[in-house]
């Protein structure tokens, strides 16, 4: 294969090819920008808050409205803290997996949360 090619950032596979503008791995199937990758290899994103500040893992943070859980009549309100989450690469929006007290795990967008 190509050594100029990054290896898959999901299984470090070395078998990577170009397929248009993504990269494809064929031991797990996952695609990726040729373009999101930096010089080692490692897709490196940053997640914000509602007001601008980075966001790491085991961080604490509050809810800056009320949020309505779906399916359920419970309502996660302003001010709740959520400690220990970890960030992740979610469905849609949704980039903070989280265990909220009084509810359970669940997965959090960054725009509804504040860093304490």
Do not use: F
């Amino acid at each position: 294969m190509n050594e100029s090619l990054p290896p898959c950032p999901e299984c470090s596979s070395e078998y990577t090819y170009e397929m248009g503008a993504l990269l494809v791995c064929p031991e797990c199937a996952h695609e990726w920008s040729a373009e999101a990758t930096d010089a080692a290899g490692v897709t490196e994103s940053v997640i914000k808050d509602a007001v601008g500040n980075v966001l790491a893992d085991g961080d604490t943070v509050t809810v800056i409205k009320d949020l309505k859980i779906k399916g359920s009549s419970t309502v996660i309100k302003v001010g709740t803290k959520v400690r220990g989450i970890r960030l992740m690469d979610g469905v849609g929006d949704h980039d903070i997996d989280c265990k909220v007290d009084g509810v359970g795990p669940m997965q959090l967008k960054s725009s509804v949360v504040k860093k304490v």
